[in-house]
DNA sequence: TTAATGCGCTACCAAATGGTTGCATAAATA
DNA sequence: TATTTATGCAACCATTTGGTAGCGCATTAA
């Protein structure tokens, strides 16, 4: 209920996941993202704001433009995350395989 | 803004990625799931209906109680969406070899 | 100096979220 | 049959979200 700002709510917007991609490539002006969506600039402001607070994003002021590099380390969250659960489902398969097992051993 | 129903919403809340977790497990009951956290069994259903909108979790009735069970394939989705973010990142990091390379060459 | 540009920040708004309480229903139990 | 148990569902509430519009402040351009 609170505000969390974790990765995981950093991508939970699909505006959010397009912002990041364009900065997997390379750091970009907030104008400069707004210009590849159909959203308005402020939009694109504020979902920058809330990944700068999930700290995901920095700022590096240049002139009047400030430009947003992604902090792609951060992203290790969400697939340290994912290898728990992926260990969770194998663990299941395994105890799945030992029923299998013993089905065979106990069949005359 | 819209409900979007996917795997990213799914896993936006600390709540769901628990209750994702112990389905990984294996299936449960709501009150069952309930028991595990301080939230009631009210606000464990309603995380299991976002859950089942999302495509994440099946029922299954047995008797008066439900079963949920957890689509691990739907799960894919989200490393699939990390494995494109990563080539991105990889793309940016062999440009900026180019660079270097370049640098190296250039330099007298 | 004046005008234009890039951007943040503050309302403001409708919709969604996460939670609670209470009721209805179906199944198991006494 | 009467009661308990497991669950969904609707109503309600405070907070958050995603977005817009407008103001103000630097920085650059004319």
């Known amino acids: 209920m609170n505000s969390r700002r974790d990765v995981f709510q950093a991508i ?6 397009a912002i990041i991609m364009m900065l ?4 970009m002006t907030p104008n400069a993202l ?3 969506f159909k959203t308005s600039r402020q939009a694109v402001s504020k979902h920058l704001q809330i990944l700068t607070e999930c700290e995901i994003v920095t700022q590096e002021h240049q ?3 400030i430009h947003y590099h992604l902090n792609a ?3 290790k969250e969400i697939e340290k995350w994912l290898e728990q659960f992926k260990k969770l489902i194998a663990k299941r398969f395994d105890q799945l395989d030992d029923v299998l097992r013993n089905l065979k051993n106990t069949k005359r």
């Open 12 to 17: 939970a917007d699909p505006t959010r996941r």
């Open 24 to 27: 997997a490539v390379g750091s």
């Open 34 to 36: 707004a210009e590849q």
């Open 63 to 65: 002139g009047r433009e």
């Open 73 to 75: 380390a951060k992203m």
